[in-house]
């Protein structure tokens, strides 16, 4: 589904952060990709996201070269098929929960009865909908938290990209975000995850752990 053939991604002409990845995502797999902050890992999720381009090799999703896709055309791809967790939520502070969960959807120009049912259906999936009209910088780090993954539902994407999650949650927040991802993969999602936090390096539904350092494959 996802492939990764020699990918080198280098920044100011030498510094590489990845060197010759081969690496390739089966379609449903949960995938954790472990390493250090500067490993490489996140450089990882931004080249399937097409938010940006490898230097050298090709980024293939379900058959097409994305990291050959003009800037128009990878924001479409990302639209239609990913789903993005920051480690730092990246909500709009100003706007409600609600208004930020439908944000992906404005520029579908969806019927508003379409947009309302998806608007529920991702706010009643992650447990969110009593907090629906909150201003999300009044919410706690949980629930901004789950905001944050049902934004990132809300358009039913194939992948669900999440980047060091669990970051800014303690350990009880983090594994409630761990039972997300479990009932995520029961969908069947492909999920990806970058992370260095111990909690998901024993889940019993994890396919596979990717190690990295230093851009290399380990």
């Given at each position: 589904m996802i492939h990764l053939e020699n990918v080198t991604k280098s920044y100011d002409g030498n510094v590489k952060a990845l060197v010759d990845i081969n690496l390739s995502f089966n379609e449903g797999e949960l995938i954790i990709l472990k390493g250090v902050s500067g490993s490489g890992k996140s450089t990882i999720l931004s080249l399937i996201a097409g938010l940006s381009k490898p230097t050298e090799g090709e980024v293939i999703v379900d058959g097409k070269k994305i990291s050959k896709l003009p800037d128009h055309f990878a924001a479409t791809y990302r639209r239609d098929n990913i789903g993005i967790v920051f480690q730092k939520y990246n909500l709009i502070a100003p706007l409600t929960a609600e208004e930020n969960v439908l944000l992906p959807l404005f520029p579908l120009n969806l019927p508003r009865?379409?947009?309302?049912?998806?608007?529920?259906r991702a706010l009643a999936l992650f447990s969110i909908e009593h907090k629906?009209?909150?201003i999300v910088k009044n919410l706690s780090g949980g629930e901004q938290q789950r905001v944050a993954i049902a934004r990132a539902?809300?358009?039913?994407?194939?992948?669900?990209?999440a980047d060091e999650p669990t970051a800014n949650l303690d350990e009880k927040l983090s594994r409630e975000f761990i039972e997300i991802l479990r009932e995520l993969k029961s969908k069947k999602r492909t999920i990806i995850v970058a992370t260095h936090d111990p909690l998901f390096f024993e889940l019993d539904f994890v396919d596979r752990i990717v190690?990295?350092?230093?851009?290399?494959l380990i």
């Open positions: 009865e379409v947009m309302q049912e998806k608007l529920s629906a009209k909150h539902n809300v358009n039913d994407p194939k992948i669900i990209l190690n990295i350092e230093h851009g290399h």
